[in-house]
């Protein structure tokens, strides 16, 4: 009889399509064995009365970023650990390259940082923020080849921003070496113009921070890149959608055939721009770009994760300390909202927040769960089959479920290195107890299983939602 290394007995097996009650057998890493009843493991997990789901892949997170004057709260170590104890396997970090320098090395920056520090596996976004001639036709290509497929532009912001001449030649390369552009869509005229109004009438509380991203900026900016991405021929991840305008116009480009893809946040699901009017600094513990909208444009995000027109659910996970030097409170220079800086933390509580709202309040099903939270990501970034599956030849990169544990989400009992949650007090129903990477048990019972260094580096593979090739 084969021995396993590992035996997952008597749990739910959930899939993106499909369930099953069966047991899992893991060997070198990988899932060896799908059957009604496995044994011989050298190490047994009882997983009776839970689901036993793919690993978590959170493909939007900022660790180890440099952020100007103020201090990113993670780095690969307790980002990824935060990742671990919230069910997620894999994470998809940016690498940003600064205006000076090259996007080679900044992508070797980004290795070294990472190297023997993170407790999950991970692979890279590069960020263009300088597209030279060398980084267009020489480092780009070589880059996308390599295994870096998923390249990320912003439209708006003053030391990341691209032109739109720029946008396009991103464009242009990806589509011809087989990547996927993923843009920060925020029509940058208009919040400049946002911004010289508040700014002559001194609004310059926190509540402001919604007035300065208007919902029109990102929907005028949606749509002008799902032009592009069909005008190009290449595949576009519309990151952070937060508004109904945005969201429709990426329904109607999917269901016209483009390969245009959308990604929303808890953030968008569960926060309004109420939340910036909170007394005193509290206000700046919401300031995250595009900003928490209203109501409608809530319920529109939830209408689009179930509708499978934006196809990935991610943390945007960006933690600044609300306390201390160069935090949200404290910026280095305070003139108002604009000097706080932007992102929350959320890596930790992404899916138990999905899990508990969604698939609890029945907005999504739990196979929509798994292919919002993992499989999708592992697809469109270039690591499926491989992760974001429980299928024999895939990792073992599994989370263990109870969907009854009930948990009151709190700054105490989470393990980023921010000093705040954006969701304290709030209560869940459904948590991961146990995450598994490539059959290494990591976390388990609330405790830290593993060393930094587990987690590795993964290349992206071809990529095969693309259009067919034609040339332009
Ligand atoms: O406020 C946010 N989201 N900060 C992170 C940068 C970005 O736009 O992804
Ligand atoms: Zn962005
Ligand atoms: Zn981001």
């Known amino acids: 009889m084969r021995e396993f290394e590992l035996v997952i007995q008597g749990g739910l097996v959930v899939a993106d399509t499909g369930t099953t009650r069966c047991d899992v057998g893991v060997a070198d890493g990988r899932i060896v064995a799908l059957a009604e009843k496995l044994d011989n493991g050298r ?6 009365g839970l689901l036993v789901l793919p690993g978590g892949i959170d493909s939007h997170v900022h660790v180890a970023q440099p952020s100007g004057a103020s201090i990113i709260a993670d780095d690969f170590y307790s980002g990824t650990m935060s990742a671990a104890f919230g069910g997620t396997t894999t994470i998809l970090p940016f690498a940003l390259q600064q205006r000076d320098q090259s996007l080679l090395e900044a992508v070797q920056d980004y290795h070294q940082t990472a190297a023997g520090r993170s407790f999950v596996d991970y692979s890279f976004h590069p960020i263009i923020t300088n597209a030279s001639a ?3 036709n020489q480092e ?18 003053e030391n990341l921003k691209l032109s739109e001449f720029d946008v396009l030649k991103v464009m242009h390369v990806a589509r011809e070496q087989g990547g996927i552009v993923m843009v920060h869509c925020e029509n940058d005229g208009a919040i400049c113009y946002a911004n010289e109004k508040l700014e002559q009438e001194g609004k310059t509380a926190p509540q402001f921070h919604a007035a300065l991203h208007p919902a029109i900026a990102e929907v ?36 016209r055939g483009l390969k245009v893809y959308g990604e929303t946040f808890p953030q968008y699901l569960l926060l309004t721009a109420k939340e910036l009017e909170r007394p005193g600094l509290e206000g700046t513990k919401y300031i995250f770009s595009p900003p928490p909208r209203d109501e409608a444009s809530r319920d529109a995000c939830w209408e689009g994760l179930s509708t499978d027109v934006l196809s990935v659910f991610s943390s945007d996970h960006c933690p600044f300390r609300f306390e201390g030097k160069g935090g949200k409170q404290t910026p280095p220079v305070f003139k108002g ?4 800086p932007n992102g929350i933390p959320g890596v930790e509580t992404r899916l138990p927040l999905l899990f508990s709202e969604g698939v609890g309040r029945g907005r999504i099903t739990l196979h929509q769960f798994v292919a919002l939270s993992s499989t999708n990501h592992a697809k469109i ?25 009930e948990v009151t989400i709190s700054q105490s009992v989470l393990h980023h290195g921010c000093d705040y949650t954006p969701y304290e007090g709030l209560k869940v129903k459904g948590w991961p107890i146990t995450t598994i990477l490539r059959g290494q048990v990591i976390v388990r019972d609330g405790k830290l299983q593993a060393q930094p260094g587990t987690g590795i580096y993964q290349k992206q593979n071809a990529l095969f939602q693309q259009y067919p090739f034609a040339p332009l």
């Open 43 to 48: 190490q047994i997990i009882d997983a009776s």
């Open 134 to 136: 060398t980084v267009i």
């Open 140 to 157: 780009l290509p070589g880059l996308i080849r390599d295994g870096y497929r998923s390249i990320k532009v912003f439209m708006t912001y």
């Open 220 to 255: 005028e900016a949606v749509n002008r890149i799902v032009v592009f991405s069909e005008w190009f021929s290449v595949s576009v991840m519309i990151v952070h959608v937060s508004t109904r305008g945005a969201m429709e116009s990426i329904r109607r480009a999917r269901q």
């Open 337 to 340: 909202f604009r000097a706080v």
């Open 381 to 405: 970034y270039g690591l499926y089959p491989q992760k974001g599956a429980i299928a024999v030849g895939a990792d073992a990169d599994l989370a263990l479920w109870d969907p009854e544990r």
